[in-house]
C-alpha cells in the first residue's frame, strides 16, 4: 500500500509517504515553502528530502502542484506588469492621433483597468506558469479642442477581457 499525503500551514509543505512494506517505516519531508532550509524526519534521508533541501528558496515542495500568486513571487511581477499597463495608457492618452474636423476633434486611444487576477502555478517537473488577466478598454475623446477633449472623460467604444500567460525561466518571468 502507497499514501502520499500534502500538508501546507504555516509557510511550510509537508509531504508524507508510506509504504506498506511490513516494516512499518515511513519517511515525512518538511521543505519551507518560502526560504530557508528543508529538513527530513523520521532519521530517513530520501532523495526527496535531498531535492526539498538543494530547492530555490522560493521553490515549492518537489511533490506537490502550486498555485496562488505566491508561486515563484508572480505576484510582484503582476504588479509590475500593472504598473506598464498604466505608464502605457499615460502614453496613449498623451499620443492622440486627433482628428480635426471644422473646429472640433476627436480621437481614440487604448487604456487598461486597474483590477486584475493574478495566479501562478507550478507542477513538480514543468516551468512554471502565470496569467494576469485584466480588462482593456478603447476609449474616445471630443471637443471642441485637443485641451477640452481630454479634459472630459472619454466615451467607451469597446472594451475586452485579455488574459496574459507568461512561463518562468532562466530565473525569472518570461515575457
Partial sequence: MLGI????CGGWAVAVRAEGSGSGAS????????GGKAAATNGARSAT????????????????TVSGPEVRNFQTFCDEWMQKLHDRETYNTAHIA??????HVDGEYVGYGTTCTC???EEPGKDPIGKI???????RREGTTETEALAVPGTVLEQSDVTEIFRYGKGRWQY
Fill in 5 to 8: 499525503g500534502i500538508l501546507l
Fill in 27 to 34: 519517511a515525512a519531508v518538511a521543505a519551507p515553502a518560502k
Fill in 49 to 64: 528530502s535531498k531535492r526539498a533541501k538543494n530547492a530555490t528558496p522560493n521553490a515549492p515542495a518537489a511533490t506537490a
Fill in 98 to 103: 486627433w482628428e480635426n474636423d471644422g473646429g
Fill in 119 to 121: 495566479i501562478a502555478r
Fill in 133 to 139: 488577466s485584466y480588462r482593456e478598454t478603447r476609449y
